[in-house]
């Protein structure tokens, strides 16, 4: 069966440092990938959209890449702050229309 | 804001209780979403709506019933439930079902936090 997985469920670094996030699948060969990051209390909000013709998307501090062979992707955050502080979860999307989810990354930025 | 917006943010009911969830997106989006969050868990999809259309139901039990009577409005008829049901219910909304287009994302709302005792 198709199985997602983010590599750890808490990630703590220093503020300054850059956050690296993983997302493993198996089983399965998605026509794209999406990171989204969700607050206490709050729903998930979408974050970036890469394909599975591209390697690598930027948006500010945030970059993904994506990996079709090694069937993974990677989240970074640079310069990371406290208010980057937040669980992120990335989701796999397929010809079939389903977006498939991780568990999430609770990621913390300390001072 | 997304855009999303559900109501209650928070409810607690029995297990003889019936109660309702409503969602409301102001995105003028053709497709709304149930998704289910239980803690150390993926969001699982539970029902999709495309154009007040039911399109999927993910082998829910019946004690949850969704309705969408239109392509704005969208609830989730709850009763008796289980404690296992308790979780945070999330709606959410895409421009239409067809994520294929690899340009869709899913615009959520903040969620119901639901207590079953």
């Known amino acids: 069966s198709q199985k997602i997985e983010q590599n750890s469920e808490a990630l703590n670094i220093q503020e300054g440092k850059t956050a690296t996030l993983t997302c493993n699948y198996t089983?399965?060969?998605?026509?794209?990938l999406q990171w989204y990051r969700q607050d206490p209390g709050r729903g998930p909000v979408f974050l970036l959209l890469?394909?599975?013709?591209?390697k690598e998307k930027r948006k500010e501090r945030l970059k993904v890449t994506f990996d079709t062979t090694l069937k993974q992707s990677l989240f970074h955050i640079t310069a990371s702050q406290p208010a980057d502080s937040a669980t992120y979860l990335c989701?796999?999307?397929?010809?079939?229309?389903?977006?498939?989810f991780g568990k999430g990354t609770k990621l913390s930025v300390k001072p | 804001e997304t855009g999303v917006t559900q109501t209650p943010r928070h409810l607690v009911m029995g297990m003889t209780n019936k109660k309702s969830l409503k969602c409301e997106q102001h995105?003028?989006?053709?497709?709304m979403y149930w998704y289910k969050q239980s803690a150390k868990k993926p969001l699982e999809l539970m029902f999709v709506?495309?154009?007040?259309?039911?399109?999927e139901n993910n082998s829910v039990p019946s004690r949850f019933s969704p309705e969408c009577p239109n392509s704005s409005h969208l609830f989730l008829h709850l009763h008796t439930l289980q404690p296992e049901d308790s979780a945070l219910y999330l709606c959410?909304?895409?421009?239409?079902?067809?994520?294929?287009?690899?340009?869709?994302?899913?615009?959520f709302g903040s969620g119901t936090q639901l207590s079953v005792l």
């Open positions: 959410a909304s895409s421009q239409d079902r067809t994520l294929s287009t690899t340009n869709e994302k899913l615009f």
């Open positions: 089983n399965y060969s998605p026509a794209y």
């Open positions: 890469i394909r599975e013709n591209e």
């Open positions: 989701a796999l999307g397929g010809s079939q229309g389903n977006l498939i």
């Open positions: 995105l003028g989006h053709n497709a």
């Open positions: 709506y495309n154009f007040k259309e039911q399109t």
